[in-house]
């Protein structure tokens, strides 16, 4: 696992291959013409700058929800409730912004990603001690505690935090000060892929290259032999619980102070529950998962771009495919894995 | 102003259509789980079957098509999943989540395309009135004036808590879930029980989504908008039904219940005064329900041993 | 290898035949789409294609709305209109659906550096980022639509006025007040906002304007996505409240007030388009805006080239106007009929007044 052989990326793949094998047939069986769809999705997802940052900005928010979802995985952690605690962390990052108005970016934009990171972390706090304490199984409670932070955050926008000055269910705007500025101008690449791209980096080397992450890693692998290793597993949960509310808040805040500029109803499409497909897609590897982030944000983006075109294909169709590429590439690379003896 | 006492029969009448869509889907994955497979894509199955059979239903007027189809959906979309876990083996969270979406994206694609030319709507069954029952004063109207599918649910609870528990194909789905060593050394094969199980659990799921459709709605919704996270909620019903078809009748019906209440109470105007968006307070109550109850309840939540460890013959 | 004994080998035959099953089942829905023929529907419904075939205008028109367009309801009308002008004025039409709070600014800069000339935004919140957007672009033509109550349009804008639906809405009342047997009838509008209370004020006072003992009663689900909520909602009015006609306001929520208003044969008033496919049986009328009314000239204003004489404008005209009665157009006694249609005439003349209120939170209930 922590050796890199080109025979490794092989299932990968055909993984990739498979699927879109099964793409083309079923745009085919739809009436589509697979060839001309497959072009529009590389055209509108990198054909213009503005497509093309379109799609790393996209890329942000999903490999931070990613990381999220990865780094519990590898200690056999399971949160699924990465798409709560980055609503949580993007209304404790707007709370912190507004009071942030008067001082200068370089102390606004620190302070708002910390209490982003913190408000993501507190989300996570409850199922994370259940498990620690109680031994109650994380998937569910992180889970629904996701439909309790939605309706948290309508509530605010509706009521409390809402502009009174627009139309929409949103907070008023944040203080310049705490924009993350844009790495091409009038588009929506922000330094929020930074930030993204530099968690990718530091879990990497958590995971890889630290005591912890190493104990981390066991924790996963074998839980009672990390125990009788002399690894305590309850201490690299609450470590991998800490590190993923965090990276959730991130998420949020990033597309909140990066492109929204306000704190909207609804503001995220989902991105906690596609980062687990990034993940997935990333076998599991912080590194993998970066190009997986751009891969998957690139078939949304060109999604949408099919949706405009001529051929209007559904969006809802080029979905279905993500999920597709998910499952190909995992069950290729588990019945290859199987057959060589190389499956973790 | 409305009186307290029609507003509570009326929340406790509304229960139970409520509970419907949960309890099948509930019933299902219990049978999944206890065969040591997790199923997390009903969510995504109830949608598209919600579509699906809406659609049959409209196109021939034929509500046992329409059930049957959505089962049809549950059925395949179960062999995929069981595919994928128990003869692949990849990791059931994550298949359970692409199933999810891979089904929720195809019923919004086959709802889009199907809307282009004309719109999908079908009257919901009508409540059975049963004779003389229905006229009692409070009861009458909660639990006697509900249509097929309410007591077709709690028909298949009770008849697959028979199963599951006295029944020799129940004791192997408990023993491949508890110790498939020891099943597959008894001769049980188990892998071949799991298949069944999923299948069935996601038959059922089908099932939870057509009763949405043509018992209670009558319509679909894309964006899981239609079925609104219920799938999600019969999954954690499962866990403080304690893996038990029977109490999940109780479960799913807290569940219905705190929709209910959040439904009607935002209705009858009690909470407009609270300020605006305080009606988002109501919806989150069956999902806080469900934290209390995780909480309260947890001791005594021994899941099936082998539940999310896929088996391999040595 | 795999098949080291007989029931690993049945295992693999169930797998086989559900995937067969599922192949057989996609078989069949590839079939049956390809050879549906629509039903007989009540009214039709335009079917053109996304882009006429061969465009005789090289006019770029982008329209954008944010949610459900397959309820009949506002997100579809922009969606019929905009292929209307496709196929009539030869325009390039691109039509994006379902468009995402975060994703409006990007993808309306993304059509005007794509070089689209008129950018259509449907929808109240698209509002903020069109002001935004259009500034940064003043060489491209951008409409806003339904309802804009704000003072911060540039030159290049021309936006539909709040008080549009309103006549409509008082026509509707006078309908309602004079067919409610039960003096009791109710609204349900999804999320409160000051630019839709006009509807509903118009609504209240038409309804009083004949009827002046009956009930209005409103209900604010909260939310536009959850039809669950809308059915019992209106399960509750119907119940507690006994109305006898519901006018849903609420996108997908108000397809819940829909069919619960159906299975009670409660009588329905729909929204913005006709929406009797809905419910063939309840639906008495629906309050029609008559979009293309204000489309229309805009669009040959833009042909023109005479886009000054719009341009920064907030347009209020009386667009609303009373759909078919279709199942109750044998119903609704000719008196009636005759007074709607005075009652229409009166306000186009001026001797009727329709009142134009809008508050920021709902009434209290009754």
């Not at chain 1, 949408?304 to 590429?325: F, G, H, T």
Request: net charge neutral; proline share 4%.
């Amino acid at each position: 696992m922590t050796r890199v052989s080109p025979g490794k990326y092989l299932p990968y793949l055909l993984g990739v291959l498979v699927s879109l094998v099964l793409f083309s047939v079923i745009l085919s069986a739809f009436g589509y013409d697979a060839v001309t769809s497959m072009e529009g999705l590389v055209s509108g997802s990198f054909g213009t700058t503005f497509l093309a940052s379109e799609t790393f900005f996209l890329m942000g928010p999903l490999l931070l929800a990613a990381l999220a979802f990865l780094v519990p995985f590898r200690a056999r952690f399971y949160n699924i409730g990465v798409e709560g605690q980055l609503y949580i962390g993007a209304l404790f990052g707007y709370l912190a912004a507004a009071q942030l108005g008067g001082f200068p970016s370089a102390v606004a934009i620190p302070v708002m990603l910390l209490a982003a990171a913190a408000g993501g972390t507190i989300w996570l706090a409850l199922p994370l001690l259940m498990r620690i304490k109680l031994q109650v199984n994380e998937i569910f409670p992180t889970l629904v505690m996701n439909f309790i932070a939605l309706d948290v955050v309508n509530w605010l926008t509706a009521g409390p935090l809402k502009d009174p000055l627009s139309g929409n269910l949103q907070t008023p705007a944040l203080p310049q000060s705490t924009w993350l500025p844009a790495l091409i101008k009038s588009t929506q690449f922000n330094v929020g892929v930074i930030v993204a791209l530099a968690a990718a980096v530091a879990v990497y080397f958590v995971l890889y290259k630290t005591v912890l992450g190493y104990e981390i890693r066991a924790s996963g692998a074998s839980p009672r032999a990390a125990q009788s290793g002399g690894v305590n597993v309850s201490r690299s949960i609450l470590a991998v619980g800490l590190m993923s509310g965090a990276l959730a808040g991130l998420a949020g805040i990033v597309v909140v102070a990066g492109v929204d500029h306000v704190l909207a109803q609804n503001f995220s499409p989902g991105y906690g529950y596609q980062g687990i497909s990034v993940a997935a897609l990333g076998s599991f590897h912080p590194l993998g998962i970066v190009v997986a982030s751009v891969l998957y944000a690139a078939l949304s983006v060109g999604g949408e771009s099919l949706q405009r075109s001529v051929a209007a294909i559904p969006i809802d169709l080029v979905y279905a495919l993500q999920a597709i590429i998910v499952l190909s590439v995992l069950v290729v690379e588990k019945w290859i894995g199987d057959r060589t003896g190389r499956s973790r | 102003m409305v009186s307290y006492g029609d507003l509570t029969i009326s929340i406790l009448a509304a229960s139970l259509p409520l509970t419907m869509p949960i309890l099948y889907a509930a019933i299902g994955e219990v049978y999944a789980e206890r065969s040591g497979v997790l199923n997390m894509g009903i969510e995504g199955v109830m949608s598209l079957s919600a579509f699906v059979s809406l659609w049959v239903t409209f196109s021939t007027g034929s509500y046992p098509y329409g059930l049957l189809s959505g089962m049809a959906v549950g059925l395949a979309m179960g062999g995929l999943h069981s595919f994928v876990t128990v003869r692949i083996g990849i990791n059931q969270l994550i298949a359970g989540l692409m199933v999810y979406f891979l089904a929720l994206s195809l019923g919004d694609f086959g709802y889009v395309i199907v809307t282009k030319t004309t719109y999908l709507h079908v009257r919901p069954i009508s409540p059975v009135q049963i004779p003389a029952l229905s006229n009692l004063p409070v009861l009458g109207p909660i639990l006697f004036s509900q249509n097929v599918l309410v007591y077709a649910s709690l028909a298949v609870a009770l008849l697959l808590g028979l199963i599951l528990f006295r029944t020799t194909w129940g004791l192997k789905i408990r023993a491949v879930g508890e110790n498939p060593e020891a099943a597959d050394s008894a001769g049980i094969n188990v892998n071949l029980v799991r298949h069944l199980c999923v299948i069935t659990g996601s038959t059922l799921a089908g099932l939870a989504g057509a009763s949405l459709v043509l018992g209670y709605l009558g319509l679909y919704a894309t964006g899981d908008t239609l079925v609104a996270g219920r799938g999600w909620i019969a999954i954690v019903v499962v866990i403080f039904a304690r893996w038990s078809p029977y109490r999940a009748i109780a479960g799913a019906w807290v569940f219905g219940l705190g929709y209910s209440i959040a439904a009607i109470f935002i209705g009858s105007g009690l909470f407009s005064d609270l300020g605006p968006g305080s009606g988002y307070f109501l919806l989150a109550i069956p999902y806080i329900f469900a934290i209390v109850f995780i909480l309260l309840f947890h001791r005594g939540t021994k899941s099936p041993s082998s539940l999310t460890v896929p088996y391999k013959r040595k | 290898m795999y098949f080291e004994n007989r029931k690993a080998t049945s295992t693999t035959v169930i797998a086989a035949v559900v995937i067969v099953v599922l192949i057989v089942a996609v078989a069949a829905v590839v079939l049956a789409t390809g050879s549906k023929t629509s039903t007989t529907t009540i009214t039709s419904i335009s079917t053109t294609t996304a882009t006429s075939t061969k465009p005789s205008s090289s006019i770029k028109l982008a329209l954008l709305v944010g949610g459900d367009t397959t309820d009949d309801g506002l997100n579809d009308q922009g969606v019929q209109v905009a292929q209307w002008i496709g196929s009539t004025y030869g325009w390039n039409v691109s039509i994006s659906q379902d468009v995402a709070y975060s994703n409006q600014g990007a993808l309306m800069t993304s059509y005007a550096q794509e070089g689209y000339n008129v950018i259509w935004a449907d929808g109240n919140q698209f509002i903020g980022t069109t002001e935004a957007i259009a500034a940064q672009f003043p060489k491209v033509d951008f409409i806003m639509t339904p309802t804009y109550d704000g003072d911060n349009i540039t030159k290049n804008v021309v936006a539909l006025g709040a008080q549009n639906q309103a006549t409509g809405y008082y026509l509707a009342g006078v309908l309602s007040g004079k067919m409610t047997k039960t003096n009791a009838v109710g609204v349900v509008i999804g999320q409160w906002f000051a630019a839709l209370s006009y509807e509903f004020y118009a609504y209240q006072a038409g309804v009083h304007s004949v009827n002046p003992s009956a009930q209005v009663y409103l209900t604010v689900p909260g939310t536009w996505s959850d039809p669950t909520i809308g059915y019992e909602d209106a399960t509750t009015m119907i119940n507690t409240n006994h109305v006898d006609i519901l006018v849903p306001i609420a996108d997908t929520t108000g397809l819940g007030v829909i069919s619960a208003a159906t299975v009670t044969n409660t009588t329905l008033i729909g929204t913005v388009l006709d929406q009797v496919q809905l419910s063939p049986t309840s639906m008495m009328t629906s309050v029609l805006l008559n979009m293309t009314a204000f489309i229309q000239p805009v669009v040959e204003h833009i042909i023109n080239g005479t886009w000054s004489q719009i341009g920064g404008q907030i347009q209020n005209l009386n667009l609303g106007y009373l759909g078919p009665f279709h199942a109750y157009d044998s119903v609704i006694p000719a008196t009636v009929k005759a007074q709607l249609t005075q009652t229409a005439a009166g306000i186009q003349s001026g001797t009727i007044k329709v009142p134009f209120n809008n508050t920021q939170n709902p009434p209290s209930t009754p």
